[in-house]
């Protein structure tokens, strides 16, 4: 029986190929778009899950009450990790670790930035990278030692054995490979390509030696001996900071590994969310289109009922039960499906590598796991059952007697389903428009905000080697200056649009002693603000007619109005046990996220924390000979080091990736799923205009023009388009009004989404039944009428 299904299911396709074609390609789009979403998904979803443990490990956190509300973050002393060891029950191990930071690795005449980690031996206990060469019990145990990856050692190496061979870290310390390991996965927080001991890094780093527990440097991984400790070690974490510094009110907390990467955003020293939010629109997204699909499958299946009625009733006639002729309808469905998702599966390897290239990842079809042919096999078959359930439940249902004698198939109750189906999917077709446009809309307003700074043909190049000496980085500024490659330079203590450095250790007179307020502090040049194209509300900046500022600051205006300084310029401040005096009011710039309010913020003069040089290119001259002429000035002063500098633009637009990327997807997807509603409705005119072509010849006999057909025809679907547009919208202010929450600078909803989704709703709509209702309109009367 199966066979003979299987012949006629093949038969049927061929016969309407037009009809086998669009339903064929609907499908297919549909399950590449739902396959690429579920691919990027289930990439994310993996972050830090390539461990053993990783379901017992945490990082720890720091909560910190400041500024009236509470910041979370994974940074905390270096010492908190022999803490939590020694003090914290059912912990195994505990490690603290620097984050990934560039350092140069030397090899002969090869020298290369590497992003470079320096940790404790229990950070590879923690994490068990699968070791290639090397003894893992005994790694970063000796000081002069390194750890590196698979593809690093190649650079380095080539093909030889890397072992017991030495490389030279930032031309100074002379380091003896002792393993090699697999690279890093991708989809890894901690991402390296070398890995060094902890007391090199102490050697190196005079400051890291510093035990005060106000002092937080570093990261801290937990691995417990089981979850069932949990509980209590998170209870024991959150006094960690009381019992060992008093008078400090933070609070340490353990956050899952597996959920650092997708829970990343803290309200109320809590996990509330992150790019999990980001996941489960797309996941939702995913489920849509592959629904709309199936929707489609199902309009144009029962459009062709007329078609059908009659091989139905001879089957039932000679024996046929409903039963057999669901599985046929059925067969047909899975069978379509099998061949939509081979041509799914070229489309997705067609697209992938505009999309890795899109999102910066490396996204692949791993067709060696047993689990991605398993999901795969049961979405084809979930796509196949459902898009074939409605119609083989309704061809199936057609009484023999009545459609053998030609009788009229009522209709009624199958249209009104199907037009509750496409107007469904042009509820999310409409709800995705309006999204999109108000997703545009906040990153635009963000993005044209303005920052407090200019940012056009600013650079910043980091201080690296001899650079970071005092007479080299004068010497430099004035080389740059002199060349006219730069009209002004000035220094920065981190990339200016990075956040970190801050304290709570500031106080001033009229203070609120149990107030607590964070200071982002930077350490700048000469002529910062000149440089950066900001300007001073009162007061002066630093500058060379003013030598001896060692013991002035800046503050900028959020500064000023949280601390509540009338007279701010001279104003006496306490940094510690340090008294300095504020010479001036710098205006408010971003430096951390370009959705939240500035934060108060705190600038000394100082040569000896510059890791930034930041220079504004000379208008007057050729951008790209300035740049050559710049990396000239860098590689005379330091030849060890390749020339690291960007623009300042480009390091800022990284803050809007989130959203520039949920924009893009949002934008193809819903341009898919809008496709594939099309194709629905198509299949709903060619099922109105097949049930009213007698009527339309009648029309037309009695002097109805094609104008007049082609309304009565667009009338009921622009109706229908207008209905999902009203059920819509309150679903999309909903949703798009939760998304805005989230930023404290936010675009305000206006009519113009909603306005712009009934535009482009109801002219799709139009135009995709106008190209039935114009052939049905143009259709000679006598060949519907003659047989009356």
């Keep these: 029986m199966f066979k003979l299904n299987f012949k006629i299911a093949l038969r049927n396709l061929w016969k309407n190929k037009g009809f086998s074609l669009i339903n064929i390609g609907g499908l297919a789009i549909g399950l590449a778009s739902c396959m690429i979403l579920l691919i990027y998904v289930a990439y994310e979803w993996s972050y830090d899950k390539q461990f053993s443990n990783h379901d017992k490990t945490y990082v720890v956190y720091q909560n910190a009450v400041a500024n009236g509300k509470t910041f979370s973050w994974a940074w905390t002393p270096n010492v908190m990790a022999s803490e939590v060891q020694e003090k914290i029950p059912g912990v195994k191990y505990a490690s603290h670790s620097t984050y990934p930071r560039p350092n140069l690795i030397t090899v002969g ?15 590879t206990k923690i994490l068990d990278y699968k070791f290639i060469k090397g003894n893992p019990k005994q790694v970063l145990k000796d000081v002069n030692t390194i750890i590196l990856t698979k593809s690093f050692a190649k650079k380095l190496f080539g093909d030889e054995d890397p072992i017991n061979k030495t490389v030279k870290l930032e031309n100074q ?11 890093v996965p991708a989809n890894n927080s901690i991402n390296f390509e070398c890995l060094m001991p902890w007391e090199l890094f102490v050697k190196r780093e005079t400051w890291a030696k510093d035990n005060n527990w106000g002092n937080n440097m570093c990261l801290t991984m937990v691995q417990l001996k089981d979850n069932k400790f949990f509980g209590q070690a998170n209870a024991a974490m959150q006094g960690i900071y009381k019992r060992n510094q008093n008078g400090n ?9 597996t959920k650092w990467h997708l829970y990343a955003d803290f309200e109320n020293g809590k996990s509330v969310g992150g790019k999990i939010d980001q996941l489960k629109i797309f996941l939702l997204l995913a489920v849509c289109i592959l629904l709309i699909a199936c929707v489609n499958f199902m309009n144009l299946s029962t459009a062709r009922s007329e078609g059908r009625a009659k091989e139905v009733g001879v089957r039932k006639a000679i024996g046929s039960t409903r039963k057999s002729l669901i599985n046929q309808f059925l067969l047909e469905s899975v069978l379509i ?50 898009a074939g359930s409605y119609p083989a439940l309704y061809l199936s249902s057609f009484e023999p007697i009545k459609v053998l ?119 700048i040049g000469y002529d910062f603000t000149e440089t950066i194209g900001t300007e001073i509300i009162s007061g002066r900046e630093f500058s060379s007619k003013f030598p001896n500022d060692t013991s002035s600051v800046l503050l900028n205006e959020a500064a000023v109005k949280m601390m509540r300084l009338k007279n701010p310029v001279g104003a006496v401040i306490s940094w510690g046990d340090t008294k300095v005096t504020n010479v001036g009011v710098v205006k408010d ?94 299949g709903l005119a060619l099922f109105m205009a097949e049930q009213r072509k007698k009527e339309i010849s009648i029309r037309k006999v009695l002097g109805a023009s094609t104008g007049n057909i082609l309304t009565l025809l667009n009338k009921d679907f622009i109706k229908l388009v207008a209905i999902a547009n009203v059920i819509a919208f309150p679903l999309a202010y909903i949703i798009i009004n939760r998304w805005l929450s989230a930023f404290e600078y936010r675009v305000p909803i206006s009519f113009l989404p909603f306005a712009l989704a009934i535009v482009i709703s109801i002219l799709i709509a139009v135009l995709t039944v106008s190209i039935q209702s114009i052939k049905v309109a143009r259709a000679n009367p006598i060949d519907a009428l003659k047989y009356e």
Excluded at 109 to 123: E, I, M, Q, R, Y
Excluded at 173 to 183: C, G, H, T
Excluded at 249 to 257: S, T, V
Excluded at 337 to 366: G, R
């Design 337 to 386: 499906t099998f061949i939509s998702t081979v041509l799914a599966f070229i489309l997705v390897e067609i697209s992938l590598p505009y999309f890795n290239n899109l999102l910066n990842i490396e996204l692949t079809i791993d067709y060696t796991n047993g689990g991605f042919w398993i999901t795969l096999l049961v979405l084809m078959i979930f796509t196949g059952f459902i």
């Design 109 to 123: 005449d090869t020298k290369l930035s590497a992003k470079a980690v320096f940790a404790d031996p229990s950070f």
């Design 249 to 257: 009110k933070a609070e340490a907390l353990l956050h899952p590994i």
């Design 589 to 682: 710039f971003v430096v951390e996220s370009a959705y939240q309010k500035v934060a108060p913020m705190i600038f000394y003069q100082s040569n000896s924390d510059v890791k930034v040089i930041i220079a504004r290119l000379n208008p007057n001259q050729n951008i790209s000979s300035s740049l050559e002429k710049i990396d000239e000035l860098v590689k005379r002063i330091e030849p060890n080091y390749p020339v690291n500098r960007k623009f300042v633009n480009a390091s800022f637009a990284i803050k809007f990736q989130d959203e520039k990327l949920l924009g893009t997807l949002s934008n193809w997807f819903g341009g898919f799923a809008i496709f594939i509603s099309c194709l629905g409705l198509l």
């Design 173 to 183: 310390d002379v380091l003896k490979v002792e393993a090699v390991i697999e690279d």
């Design 405 to 523: 004698k030609g009788f009229k198939i009522k209709t009624d109750s199958s249209v009104s389903v199907r037009k509750v189906l496409v107007v469904g999917q042009f509820v999310f077709a409409a709800c995705l428009i309006v999204c999109t446009a108000v997703i545009y809309q906040q990153l635009n307003y963000v993005k044209n905000k303005p920052i407090g700074y200019d940012q056009s043909n600013l650079i910043q190049i980091a201080v690296e080697g001899k650079m970071a000496e005092a007479n080299k980085l004068e010497l430099l500024k004035t080389q740059l200056l002199k060349s006219g490659a730069a009209s002004h330079v000035t220094f920065f203590s981190k990339d200016i649009t990075e956040n970190g450095n801050n304290t709570t250790n500031i106080s001033w007179p009229g203070k609120n002693p149990n107030e607590s307020i964070l200071f982002n502090h930077r350490a």
